[in-house]
């Protein structure tokens, strides 16, 4: 099985630097540029499912990547990005902060002291929902032969990969927060798997 991990191309909250989480923000024009070019990349890989986050951003980046072949894209809650509760639509650059919290950036610093926003998903939540799924679909036999593409976001991708590998939450992040469109390759063979290239552009 190959798993073909892609987070979405770029918004308006990417460039504002504002928080995402689960608010429903499209793609920009250079988000929707991204995706064609990763798209032109990816032209030749016979993906046989395609999964998605059901926010708009992601499920757009699928139906770009897709492009003309025949095969329906899959809704699922275990691709959807973080939620940050209260604090969505804030944002975190310096001159412009404005976040109640003033340690919310220990999200993307030192994750292992991170405070979750009120109504938002702790990253233990996160990493559980998003883990669970890609293990169903890393032990389901009847998906051992196929090609996967499963369109996330940073956070979410991130979750499923430290939960994967059992990491500590200081190692979240890994090398760091996934570029937009950027994509990652698992292989996985009876309920085992790799992770053959992580965070890797095309454009």
């Known amino acids: 099985m190959n798993i073909y991990l ?7 909250y990417n460039r504002a630097r504002r928080l995402q989480g689960v608010t429903d923000i499209p793609l920009n024009a250079r988000g929707i540029e991204l995706a064609e070019k990763t798209a032109e990349k990816l032209k030749d890989i016979q ?3 395609i999964y998605s986050s059901p926010l708009i951003r992601a499920w757009k980046t699928a139906e770009i990547i897709r492009g003309n072949r025949d095969i329906e894209i899959i809704p699922t809650e275990g691709l959807r990005e ?3 509760g209260d604090y969505e639509g804030l944002t975190i650059l310096d001159e412009k902060y404005n976040i109640p919290d003033p340690d919310f ?13 009120p109504n938002g998903e702790s990253i233990e939540q996160l990493k559980k929902r998003t883990t669970a799924f890609m293990w169903e679909i890393i032990r389901a036999p009847e998906y051992q ?8 976001h940073g956070a979410a991708i991130r979750g499923m990969l430290f939960g994967l590998q059992n990491l500590p939450v200081s190692q979240f992040w890994g090398s760091g927060v996934h570029k937009n469109c950027a ?8 309920g085992r798997f790799q992770i053959e290239f992580e965070n890797k552009i095309y454009y």
């Open 82 to 84: 973080i939620s940050f």
């Open 145 to 152: 032969d196929l090609t996967i593409l499963m369109s996330s």
């Open 6 to 12: 892609i987070r979405h191309g770029e918004t308006d």
């Open 47 to 49: 993906f046989d499912r």
């Open 183 to 190: 994509v990652t390759l698992i292989r996985a063979e009876q």
């Open 105 to 117: 950036c220990d999200f993307f610093n030192a994750p292992e002291k991170y405070h979750t926003p």
